[in-house]
């Protein structure tokens, strides 16, 4: 595989490469930047493949059409500065110089920890150099360019488990991880002999500590998507190397306080050797996991304690340690009602009733959960209770709605609709919520049309109310991060789950739980009006810069006047932007701003200005 700055012989492999380079060319040709591209800087292949590409052919954006004039009475542009090279790979919340001043107990010190107002950056964060556009998916599954993520520490620590290779300019993945070295396909099909992936049943799933996330990228060929976690720990960027893979993931743990994922979110968890001590604290690990696995959901543990009998020389563990973990998993899973359905070799499976009975006759008897919101987690402590079911009206009726396959759940009516637990959402504004969605997203393509080629893998919607936008996206090119602000008006991620897509709860005041430049494109409805009172828009902005890849898109959706504040803003961070009307005229207050960030890397030059 090819990337950027390679010599000529080395063409033949960098069709899918040179695509992009020549559709980014003319694209910021057509956007005025082109002596600020990174592929404007001597690039043979760019420049030759330039010469033989009619422009207008891969314009993406159509600024000929409803253009709304941007008043600059308000003064000069405030120029952002790079921040220091350092700070290239900086995770705010997840600092480890800040994590070391925590203890290390439960794993509260990788729990996110987030900078005061003084200690916030007020800078960009560069690229590192050489950084160029990941390959698009498939072949991004497999390939990443060394360049952005430069470091070959997993390459030599799990070089037996085939986790990554470095070869040359980029990493391969060969698909191997530590429970499945001969490759993840294999894996998952023994899975899938249990698990009815292949019928659509199952679509969401939660990997906790999934490494460089093979498991996840795998999955997509079932058309199951997962939700993978890692800690920033010693085993470096391998939540970084995963969204490069254009895999979904986030810096995160199991710790002290609970998941930011509703409860009943997901079809299936999986731990496959993820370290986690599922017996240890009276099982709260398990528990939470139940709290966010559906009725009817699945567990999966591979690795250390399941066949310890057989394995516990070569795990270089005490035989007796190994059986005692195991009798705790299965005491708590039988307490957690959940049936063992499957256990051959390292690979155990568990089912998760669909309801749950809650007689007196258990014995124990369970400890319920006696907080009315089980969605409410944002920084909350994790319980020793378990999380009650929906009630049902039927002891056969499943409870949190039956079960239907993807993509028919995509759009048909969510439980938490039907059954009225979210107040003020009904039937029909979900129905004229899709349409409105589908509208918009229609019109975004007329503007941005590189939406439909793939050029976008990694999408975030910031304010993702029922998961519409994403909805209409839908695309086995593209994935979307559906997140939840915690100040929003109505908690809808539940339903965004039952949907069978994903996303998360996060308060914008503060950083994600993400590397640098890792989303390649970025939605933000309603954002700013949201937050007008919360916390200072530069401060979203600048972490918007942080996770947005060079050369990515943003597209803005507000009233007219946070609009214009934003542009100006933006303008100072290495941004073009254009604002057009909303696709019903001119007379309608909602307006929408398409930003483009420019490429620049480090050591550059320290200018913001459009040449």
């Keep these: 595989m090819a990337t950027k700055g ?39 292949i760019a420049l030759e493949i330039t010469k033989q590409t009619d422009c207008s052919i891969l314009s993406n954006l159509n600024y000929e059409t409803h253009h709304v004039g941007i008043d600059d009475s308000e003064g000069v542009v405030n120029e952002f500065k790079p921040c220091s090279d350092h700070y290239i790979d900086y995770t705010p919340c997840q600092d480890q110089m800040r994590a070391m001043t925590f203890p290390r107990e439960d794993m509260n010190y990788r729990e996110r920890h987030c900078p005061p107002d003084e200690e916030k950056l007020h800078c960009l964060i560069p690229a590192p150099k050489g950084y160029v556009t990941p390959f698009r998916w498939p072949q991004s599954r497999d390939y990443v360019p060394y360049a952005n993520a430069p470091y070959k520490s997993l390459t030599v620590e799990k070089a037996v488990q085939n986790w990554i290779q470095y070869e040359g300019n980029v990493f391969r993945f060969p698909g191997g991880g530590t429970q499945f070295p001969h490759g993840a396909d294999a ?28 498991w996840g990228a795998y999955l997509f060929k079932k058309n199951v998507i997962a939700m993978s976690f890692a800690p920033r720990d010693s085993h470096e960027a391998q939540v970084q190397f995963a969204l490069e893979r254009g895999v979904p993931a986030v810096i995160g743990v199991l710790g002290t ?8 979110a997901f079809d299936m968890a999986h731990c496959s050797r993820c370290l986690i001590p599922w017996g240890a604290n009276d099982g709260m690990y398990m528990m939470e996991v139940d709290r966010v696995l559906r009725p009817g959901g699945y567990w999966v543990l591979s690795g250390p304690p399941i066949n310890w009998r057989n394995n516990y020389v070569a795990w270089q563990r005490p035989k007796e340690e190994l059986e005692e973990e195991q009798r705790k998993i299965e005491e708590m899973a039988k307490l957690l009602n959940w049936e063992k359905k499957h256990e051959k070799g390292e690979i155990a499976i568990w089912r998760k009733q669909t309801s749950f009975d809650y007689g007196r006759d258990r014995n124990p008897q369970p400890t319920l959960c006696e907080s009315t919101n089980a969605d409410d987690v944002w920084y909350k402590k994790m319980e020793l209770c378990i999380t009650p079911y929906p009630e049902t009206s039927d002891p056969n009726e499943d409870a949190g709605g039956a079960w239907k396959p993807f993509p028919e759940r995509l759009n048909a009516l969510p439980f938490r609709i039907s059954s009225g637990s979210i107040p003020g959402v009904s039937a029909e504004t979900y129905q004229e919520d899709n349409r409105s969605w589908k509208k918009h997203v229609n019109a975004y393509k007329r503007t941005n049309k590189l939406l439909d080629t793939g050029r976008y893998r990694n999408i975030m919607d910031m304010n993702a109310g029922l998961g519409s936008f994403a909805a209409a996206l839908d695309s086995p090119k593209l994935w979307v991060m559906n997140v939840m602000p915690t100040i929003a008006e109505k908690d809808t991620l539940g339903v965004i789950f039952e949907r069978g897509l994903i996303g998360i709860y996060h308060d914008w005041c503060e950083a994600f739980s993400t590397y640098p430049r890792t989303y390649d494109l970025i939605h ?33 959706r507000d ?53």
């Design 524 to 556: 933000a409805n309603g954002v700013f009006s949201l937050y007008k009172d919360k916390c200072d828009a530069e401060d979203i902005l600048l972490e918007m810069d942080r996770i947005l890849r060079p050369e990515g898109a943003v597209i803005f």
């Design 6 to 44: 390679n010599s000529g012989d080395n063409r033949s492999r960098s069709s899918m490469s040179v695509f992009i380079v020549a559709g980014l060319c003319c694209f910021f040709y057509i956007l005025g930047a082109w002596q600020r591209s990174g592929f404007g800087k001597g690039d043979s």
């Design 559 to 611: 009233h007219m006047d946070v609009l214009v504040k934003v542009s100006k803003i933006v303008r100072g961070m290495r941004w073009n932007t254009k604002m057009v009307d909303h696709e019903d005229g001119p007379l309608v207050p909602e307006k929408v701003l398409f930003a483009v960030k420019r490429y620049w890397v480090a050591g550059e030059d320290n200018s913001t200005s459009s040449e």
């Design 257 to 264: 306080i609970k998941l930011p994922y509703p409860s009943r």
């Design 187 to 214: 894996y998952i099909s023994e899975l899938a002999a249990v698990i009815p992936m292949d019928s659509g049943m199952v679509r969401t799933a939660l990997d906790t500590g999934c490494g460089v996330a093979s």
